[in-house]
């Protein structure tokens, strides 16, 4: 057997964390979206009246598409019948507008008429792609495919545009997304032409015609990756979710055709940001006039740019990085990302969302309204409904209901248990549950009924301590890259516990912006010190000691918070003094970083003097 995910459709996420968020994104958060995108005219976009003079954007199909899928994916688990006549109706004006050839994009057929295929900056290809990957979770989910047909019919007219004619104003995509979808429709479909169309955009992407016919200038090129041909390029450069989705498709590519160049470039890329270019909180990319990766070890906490989207995007590439390594580096960043830099893009009442993910909050600094996008850019300190550029709303609609298909992958001789999630797991013969508190407690007890088989357990980088038994004896199994492997047969259980220590961490003495300073984290959740909590505190002033931190049980964070011990300065009269001004002991209460923002506008910081 080849090496595959357990789908989504095979596991159901039944209590813990994870239950609460999804039940909230089906909930609260799915309407919410959809209620913004309402409003501001997206929904109404779709049925290609030009005499309707709203204004509109190009890329605003996207943003209805990623929604589509997410009520797919809601729909694999439980029938929403709201959510479902609604997904229908947008179907139904999408396919009512679908050019006789097979195009559709809303704003290019009733805005910009001449300009169809005209720029590669305009997103049509991206939209593309999100309309496509909606329509295949459409159809697996509800057995409808109206959606799905419209857009085979689409992918026939790009092939023949880009591939056959190559008759538009440019060769590959402006933002990269269409690839990974064609992968998927390949799959879905078994019509080699897709996986084709995706080879042939990922390999002609970097190369000279493409700068010739799109008019990239040099200082373009990083933008969008198109600064060397992708099998040449290591580090993650330009903009983070283009990049990242283009690596998605780079590591759909080399599974599918032994590409062990394309492989390469993959693991590079994800080496580079993992160990190199990315925030304690997984967040990504450190520019926010570009939005994307800057050199090594450039990253500013205040005017951060990590972007909920690249965060987002960064869980798919690990995902099937893991369908190409054993490295145990993709589960963790994935764990990384969903306790904290995909999470914090979402308020806790489930309505509202952060684009830019900063790790510390000064409410005296500018917000971007003043800073203007060439300057120095300060992020938003609220989280709004929806925005003007709202990729990142419904990009965590479609995430958080597929968590599912993150946590096994099964292959000839053994299953691999990558993510600990209270769950319930059905595949042909094979039963697995898991039932755990992770990480709110570091215990899970797993449940394995099928055939005798080896199931490979991952050891969280985080963790230094951990016990392990079957069937109620102590077990000592070895380690190897990250994974325990226990034989395993028919009704055997597994008792896991990880120690959860609250853990000061230290960043690379080559981050600027962090020296000096340690971020505190409890398992693979980061924590953060809010204004709100410790009033009568200077945030930057606080110096954290490593003894003393306590613990305690928070129903509204879901996970504990942390109280430090430390010391501040005294207020002093001078502005300046030779001797030192005196200290004073001082507690500061920490939350987990994802819900900062939620209690009114605060200061917030990640990172904290050490004493
Ligand atoms: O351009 C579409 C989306 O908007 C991108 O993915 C985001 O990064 C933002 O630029
Ligand atoms: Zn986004």
Redesign the pocket.
Known sequence: MVKKHIELRSVRITDGFWKRKQDLVRETTVFSVYNRFYDTGRVEALKCDPSNPEKRHY?WD?DLAKWIEGVAYLLEKEPAPELERLADAMIADIVANQREDGYFNSYFQTVETDQVYALRKN?EL?CAGHLIEAAIAYKRATGKDLLYRCMLKFADQIDRVFRVEKSAAFLTPG?Q?LELALVKLWRESGERRYLELAKYFIDERGSEREREMAGIKPEQLRYAQDHLPVREQFTAEG????LL?MCCAMADLALETNDEALKTACERIFRNIAEERMYITGGLGSNCNF?GFEENYHLPNEIAYN?T??SI?LCLFARRMQLLSEDPIYANVIEREIYNGVLSGLSLDGKAFF?ENPLEIDLMSPTHQSGGRQKLHYPIQQRVEVFS?S??PPNMTRFIPSLGEYLYTVEDGGIRVHQYMDSETREGELHLIQKTDYPRSGDVEFHYQGSATAVSFRIPDWCRSYTLSQNGRPVEAEQVNGYVTLPMANNDRVSLSFEMPVTFVEANPAIRADAGKCAVMRGPVVYCAEQVDNAELRLYDFRASEDGAKTEESEQFYFPTVTLTGEVREDGRTLYAAERFRRRSAELKLIPYHAFANRGPSNMTVWLLQK
Not at 239 to 242: F, G, P
């Open positions: 890329f996207s997103h991206y933002h997304e903009h983070a979710v283009r989705y939005e972007e989207c690249a995007a684009y550029c990729c990142c």
